[in-house]
């Protein structure tokens, strides 16, 4: 363990005083935006009705209660340090909504949590994975079918709870190949579906919604002309406030366009996202540094007749006067060729696609669907031909 870490180990037992009674700190496994996270052996593991330990829970589903032996082997954590910059509301809302997932498949439950002044503790199991950046490269379209079988498994789950991840990207599903299965973590951003109080036109019939997106036009053209402040004056026109939590490169278009209606289906976006990236081998595929560069990394593909009937949906008008978006955008199989070098040239023939990646496009249409209302469910996904014939 590096001197720095080690400090910084020490202070956090320091902290919590008596902390190391019961966890013995290991290392220091994540550091992200929101926490710090260590990997800790748990000592007291057998003092407690624990059922944590996923390879201690299958043994007893196989020895009788006769049987049981308490295991010897250690028994390891995660200890999630959730900076205090969090507001308390967002550290309980994390706590929270993890408690309601406890018995969901393939999310990791919370074991425990506790407090000192400001700052707050998660214990969650441990959980062995591989480092996406190691393995995206070489997965083969067997490989992905598993990954994302697992992964729909954990998004289903948790949006049958109608709660919306929110920030589903590889950091945050834990995967383990040999295994062949993952967890879902970080539930820092999540939230429960319908939680915003600001109706967005996605919703309505298109001739409302025609209405609408007019009106606002019409707000707009009068306060330039007869008023000296640019922005319109008793402005009737929705304020759009919508939550846009989330990392750059994995937000769905609707979030984007600040749709104020946002369903799970944002979150099936982003796993397109992801399983772009492991057919493209880019990683990561889009770097946009804001909101509006990621539209228009989105309208590259896509095209703009796409990106004005999405805008249209959520009452947003779509315009670019950069003349390199075409009117259609490309084939997501043509990307995927270029991505991975297979363009050919005059005198090679046109390179395509293998069958299985062919099929694994086809998926990836259902994934990057931009209309939320049409996108594949998670529950559909599980069904679909290209993870249904996923096998071990
Ligand atoms: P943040 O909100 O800071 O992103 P996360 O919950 O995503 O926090 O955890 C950050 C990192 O810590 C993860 O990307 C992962 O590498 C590691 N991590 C988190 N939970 C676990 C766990 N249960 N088992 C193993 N590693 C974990
Ligand atoms: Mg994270």
Redesign the pocket.
């Known amino acids: 363990v590096e001197d720095a870490v080690a400090e910084d180990m020490s202070r956090f037992e320091e902290t919590f005083v008596g902390i190391n009674k019961r966890f013995r700190l290991i290392n220091r ?9 260590y ?1 800790a052996e748990d000592l007291e593991y057998n003092k407690y009705d624990n059922n944590w330990d996923i390879e201690e829970r299958e043994n007893k589903k196989w020895s009788s209660p006769g049987h049981r032996k308490q295991s010897k082997r250690p028994h ?3 200890i ?1 340090k ?2 205090v910059t969090s507001s308390p509301i967002r550290i309980f809302n994390e706590l929270e909504l993890l408690y309601d997932l406890r018995d969901s498949d393939s999310v ?1 439950p919370l074991i425990t949590a506790f407090r000192h002044l400001d700052q707050v503790v998660a214990v ?6 591989r ?1 996406f950046r190691d393995y995206y490269r070489d997965m083969k379209i067997s490989e992905m079918r598993l990954y994302f079988r697992s992964m729909f498994t954990a998004l289903r789950a948790v949006h049958r709870k109608k709660i919306i991840h929110r ?1 589903v990207k590889p ?2 599903f ?1 995967y383990n190949p040999a295994l062949q299965r993952g ?1 879902l ?5 999540a939230e429960r579906e319908g939680t915003e109080c600001h109706p967005c036109a996605c919703h309505l019939s298109d001739e409302e919604r025609r209405h609408r997106v007019t009106h606002s036009v019409y707000a707009q053209t009068q306060s330039s002309g007869h008023n000296t402040s640019s922005y319109p004056k008793n402005d009737t026109r929705n304020s759009r406030r919508a939550n846009r939590a989330g990392t750059r490169g994995f937000r769905a278009p609707e979030v984007l366009l600040k749709c104020t209606q946002q369903t799970c289906s944002i979150d099936m976006w982003s796993v397109g996202v992801i399983l772009l990236t492991m057919l493209s081998r880019r990683f990561p595929f889009f770097h946009s540094a804001d909101d509006i560069d990621a539209l228009l990394e989105i309208t590259t593909i896509f095209g703009r007749k796409k990106m004005r009937e999405t805008s249209l949906l959520h009452g947003q008008v779509f315009e670019t006067n950069i003349p390199s978006y075409s009117e259609s955008g490309h084939s997501l199989e043509k990307i995927i060729l270029w991505c991975t070098g297979r363009t050919g040239d005059k005198t090679a023939p046109k390179k395509e696609l293998e069958e299985d990646e062919k099929e694994a496009v086809q998926f990836l249409h259902r994934l990057l669907e931009c209309n939320p209302a049409k996108r594949i469910t998670a529950d559909e996904a599980l069904r679909h031909p290209f993870i249904a014939k996923a096998h071990e």
């Open positions: 496994i994540g550091e992200g935006t929101f926490s710090t996270v990997k390891y954590v995660a999630k959730i900076y990791c969650l199991p441990y959980f062995q994975h480092d920030d950091t945050n834990l967890v973590v970080d539930f820092g951003l």
